[in-house]
């Protein structure tokens, strides 16, 4: 195995588990107080696909359908998802997002935004933003690709 390479993804889930774990515990943020942060992932991937179905929501959250079941039921009584026809399944139901849902998603972005934004600020130049972005641009396509070929 590449030893770079593994560092590399070792980092990474370093970075994905403690600045998750760190952004959540530090907020004291009327939405945390609302909505579970497995509920505002959901709102997020929603949001990011448009419209998706309950599987692969399910798969990006790494958990049964039952939870997405739930955590749905949760945010529809809220106002925040809804459901909608699939276009190439005529059985095939969606979730997308309300205008509140989209709103909230907005709020979230903001408030997530603000919190990274001093942290990183203080600790990285101008060039390694750069070189950041330009990774995982890179990673992010290569993932969506992938995850297209399956």
Same mark, same amino acid.
């Given at each position: 195995m590449n030893k770079k390479l593994s560092e590399a993804v070792a980092l990474f889930e370093e970075v994905i588990m403690y600045g998750t774990e760190r952004i959540i515990r530090s907020f004291e943020h009327q939405i945390f #107080?609302? @909505?579970? *942060? #497995? %509920? $505002? %992932?959901? $709102? %997020?991937?929603?949001?990011?696909? #448009?419209?998706? *179905?309950? =599987?692969? $929501?399910? +798969?990006? %959250? =790494?958990?049964?359908? *039952?939870?997405? +079941?739930?955590? @749905?039921?949760? $945010? #529809?009584?809220?106002g925040l998802v809804t459901t909608v026809d699939s276009d190439e399944d005529l059985r095939g139901k969606l979730i997308a997002l309300t205008d509140k849902g989209h709103d909230v998603v907005s709020m979230f972005n903001e408030v997530i935004y603000e919190h990274v934004e001093k942290i990183v600020l203080d600790d990285f130049q101008e060039t390694e933003i750069d070189e950041f972005l330009r990774i995982f641009r890179k990673l992010s396509t290569i993932l969506k690709t992938e995850g297209d070929r399956k």
């Open positions: #107080e609302e @909505y579970s *942060s #497995e %509920q $505002l %992932q959901m $709102l %997020q991937i929603i949001s990011k696909s #448009e419209h998706i *179905s309950p =599987g692969k $929501l399910a +798969s990006l %959250q =790494g958990v049964h359908k *039952s939870a997405i +079941s739930n955590r @749905y039921k949760k $945010l #529809e009584t809220k």
